[in-house]
């Protein structure tokens, strides 16, 4: 189960840093800018072939990928060193002599590329295994026998619209209204096959234990399947709508974090990603695309912060050239990148020891 899971996870997170780096690689040919390398894994180099003037890679270290763009360094930024046949067309082809919306474009084409996949993949679960929506509709999933809804002749997958004349919309109203009228004769709407009828039913003051009063068990919930053309509709709303969790989520974090001196809860590093993977697997393959597609969201949302060293780092360098009209010295924004790298590799040192004692105490990373 280790071997697989280890497998799993590997292979998922490289799925969704190639798809990060297919968004830059394609953005950066699309806009002319010369591409050098587009590694698969990360050095050293296993094997390679050029094609054109892109090496294609396969390196050592099997997790994820890179490209290379002539003419970028750390801060994106950069220079070249003519030699041979290269020109100065070969230099205006270089990332850091690119204006700044292309520039822009390239690092932002890494985190679209996520949050497209994630899309991809809901709308997929959405037109096969369908979506769970809370609805007014209050079904009942199943009837226990001997108890008052079985002799009144109420039956699984009926629906109730009201009782004693007061219309139920959530599972919550009916138990607060049922508790209401104990030992006493109700009234229940209910809708069946299309047809709307009256039962009297008396829901019991003492009744075995998970039956209830009327010995039925409701739902609110429905599973709804949206067809192929919907999906990425819904499948869009959706993916914002987790996205929007997780910043707001990061932001609570770091806010606790930094308030209060709470320590993370549900944060997770490699370890702790990799337990989540085993144990979606471990469910079924929808439930091991669902984590792929709120993984693919995390690292959209993460590459976009304004931390140095990730792709809102340098973002947001660009966008302070846009507004003072002026680069900011390479130099400085390399130290700022650094500086980034090295407080994340940090964190992810510490944040993988605990992921460790967490799996050690036999704990998820999805436990409270």
Partial sequence: MLFVTIVGFVLILSILVIIHELGHFITAKKLGIKVEEF????????????RGETLYSINLLPVGGFVKLYGEDAAGGGSVKLKGQESLKDKKRAFFARPAWQRASVILAGVFMNFVLAIVIISYLFTTQGVAIPTDNIKIVDVARDAP???????????????????????????????????????????RDGQVFDLTVAPRE???????PFGIAITNIEVKKYKWFEAPFFGTIEAGKFSFLIVQSLGSTLFNLVAHGTKPVGVAGPVGVAQVVGQAMSVSVNATLWVMALLSLNLAVLNILPIPALDGGRLFFIIIELVTRRKVNPKYENYAHAAGLFILLGLMVVITFFDIIRVIAGKSIIAP
């Fill in 39 to 50: 590694g698969f894994g990360f050095p050293p180099r296993v094997f390679g072939i050029k």
């Fill in 149 to 191: 809804a079985y002799s009144s002749g109420l039956k699984s997958g009926d629906e109730i619209i009201s009782l004693n004349s007061k219309k139920i919309t959530s599972v919550e109203e009916f138990i607060s209204t049922t508790k209401e009228h104990l030992g006493q004769p109700v009234v229940l709407e209910v809708k």
């Fill in 206 to 212: 003492n009744y075995p234990k998970g039956e209830g």
